[in-house]
């Protein structure tokens, strides 16, 4: 955490370990990850449905764009985990999670005929559900911030101890 | 070197960290075993319905024909299906353009995970309503649409509309009243051989009871009446009696109509005109 003040006397020493090319090789395969998971699983899902007369619920190019926009902000958080920018990027990539959850609750009815069968599955209450993760990621990213402008040494001390220096916890 | 405790700022973002991911992985695994249930559920109905075995019993209540349908149902997902309700409409434009009948499962059913459970359907046929004289005598296909409503895993309604094809087989069906050479008798009537014949194509009905007939002249004037005791199931029946009328009765030009009077059962037979 370049600029942080130094930790009062009782703290180890930490060493912020900065924005390293293995955090960065990290936070892409991360990205890569949940791309795959929330951007282009659900694509293909569509597209395979739609092959037995399913209707997409969803705009597809949707589902790839706001897919990606997750998964960027998810490896943008690991990347900047070292940083003072994680409690502010985590707050950003758990309100965007919301934004998009609830956007998607904004007409969570799925209707579509198959072979003269009139199918409706209504998913509003499933995912009301999916808005308890990024509730809890967002007040994380709050508390985070908070901690982070209040005792800037504190989280990076106790995440990235100085090597061969295990914390013992008095 | 001892480290000092944590702040409970810093405790509280580590706890609701954890919390976060755990919601999330407790909610993905959620989902793939929704969906997962889902298919089994599904694939185990298309099973089911290829070999359906329901049961039809019918009776006549009031002026209404009530079939009552009941088959099993399975659920092989793991998840429950509850407040299962099913409401079905029967139509048939060419009769009349207002639902022949409307029926609804009696009570929500609820189907356990790997469990099954039994639907009933009670169908009333009033046949005292404009398309009554038509069910009475004649089969029909009839329209119907189904309609099911459920609660899948506790957080996912499901609606379901399904169209499918009614045979209503008439209690009366083919209903002919064949009216034989009249006869005078030495008593100063005259002896005239009645023959009904109807089929009963109600799955499951008995028509039990009497079957009324009056024989009318062209002027209004009853000319003679008769009962026939019915008892019968499915299937084709012959009943004949011989009326004795007046001599003067005027048979050509008469009318002859029958109530059917059962048990909790009472409804006119349309009318037929003598030669």
Redesign the interface.
């Known amino acids: 955490m370049s600029g942080s003040p130094s930790p009062p006397a ?3 020493p930490y060493e912020p370990p900065g924005v390293s090319g293995a955090r960065i090789a990290g936070a892409v395969s991360l990205t890569l990850l949940y791309f795959g998971l929330v951007g282009l699983l659900p694509y293909y899902l569509e597209q395979y449905a739609a092959r037995y007369g399913l209707s997409a619920p969803i705009e597809p190019a949707f589902l790839v764009i706001a897919g990606f926009i997750v998964a960027f902000l998810a490896g943008l958080s690991v990347a900047t985990k070292p940083t003072r920018a994680w409690g502010p990027v985590r707050v950003m990539s ?1 309100g965007f999670d919301l934004i998009y959850v609830v956007y998607l609750l904004q007409n969570p009815v799925y209707a579509t005929t198959i072979r ?8 509003g ?2 995912l009301e ?2 808005l ?3 509730a ?2 967002l ?2 990213g709050i ?2 911030t ?2 982070d402008i ?2 800037p040494w ?2 990076i ?2 995440q990235f ?1 100085q090597r061969a ?1 295990a ?4 | 070197m001892l480290q000092p405790k944590p702040s409970a700022l810093y405790r509280l973002a580590q706890v609701l960290r954890v919390l976060a991911i755990l919601a999330l992985v407790f909610l993905v695994l959620f989902l793939a075993t929704v969906a997962y249930s889902a298919v089994e559920m599904g694939e185990g109905i298309a099973r089911q319905s290829g070999s359906l075995q329901h049961s039809d019993t019918a009776s006549l209540v009031g002026t209404a024909v009530v079939v009552n349908v009941t088959f099993p149902i399975r659920n092989d997902g793991y998840y429950n299906v509850r407040g299962l309700t099913l409401v079905a409409i029967f139509s048939n434009d060419t009769i009349q353009s207002a639902p022949i009948a409307v029926t609804e499962t009696a009570a929500p059913v609820s189907i356990p995970g790997h469990g099954s459970s039994t639907i009933s359907l009670l169908t009333e046929f009033d046949l005292a309503n404009p398309a009554g004289p038509f069910l009475l005598l004649n089969d029909a296909n009839i329209n119907g649409t189904l309609f099911l409503n459920a609660s899948y895993a506790a957080v996912i309604p499901v609606n379901l509309e399904v169209g499918f094809h009614y045979h209503w087989g008439a209690p009366f069906a083919n209903l002919t009243y064949d009216v034989g050479t009249p006869t005078p008798e030495s008593n100063g009537t005259i002896a005239v051989p009645v023959t009904v014949h109807f089929e009963n194509h109600t799955p499951g009905l008995s028509v039990v009871g009497m079957l009324n007939v009056v024989v009318t002249q062209s002027n209004g004037t009853a000319c003679t009446r008769q009962s026939f005791p019915v008892h019968t199931t499915e299937g084709p029946v012959t009943l004949t009696q011989t009326f004795y009328a007046p001599e003067t009765c005027q048979l050509s030009g008469a009318t002859i109509a029958s109530t059917f009077v059962g048990s909790g059962f009472d409804i006119s037979l349309p009318t037929e005109t003598l030669p």
């Open positions: 009782g703290y180890p758990a003269g069968f009139s199918l409706t599955i209504t998913y209450h499933l559900l999916f308890i993760p990024p809890i990621g007040l994380a508390v985070t908070l901690g209040r005792r504190e989280r001390s106790f101890p220096m914390p013992v916890y008095g």
